[in-house]
């Protein structure tokens, strides 16, 4: 496996990402607004996977770990647009 050419750079992404993961579980505990609860869990189960994916891609691949935000704004964005469209969920 090829080492990346700034090591440093590449492990400070790595922990940007998994911060700014972090810092969207507000999204996921705003949900119950919108979502019922059965909703809301296979968001959280999501967003736990996701973190636990973020963290083990942290040393052989930083820059996919600094996609974690990304990831995880989408995946609550198609839950919860699923939800509406075809569960009827409703604020």
Do not use: C, K
Not at 60 to 87: E, Q
């Amino acid at each position: 496996m090829a080492q990346p050419r700034n090591p440093s750079l590449a492990n400070a992404a790595a922990l940007v990402g998994i911060a700014g993961h972090v810092a969207t579980v507000f999204l996921y505990l705003a949900s119950p607004l919108v979502a019922p609860l059965a909703g809301v869990l296979v968001l959280l189960a999501g967003w736990g996977l996701l973190l636990v994916a973020a963290l083990r891609l942290r040393r052989p691949r930083p820059w996919l770990a600094a996609l974690a935000p990304v990831a995880s704004i989408g995946f609550w964005a198609a839950v919860l647009t699923f939800g509406d469209w075809v569960l009827g969920w409703t604020a």
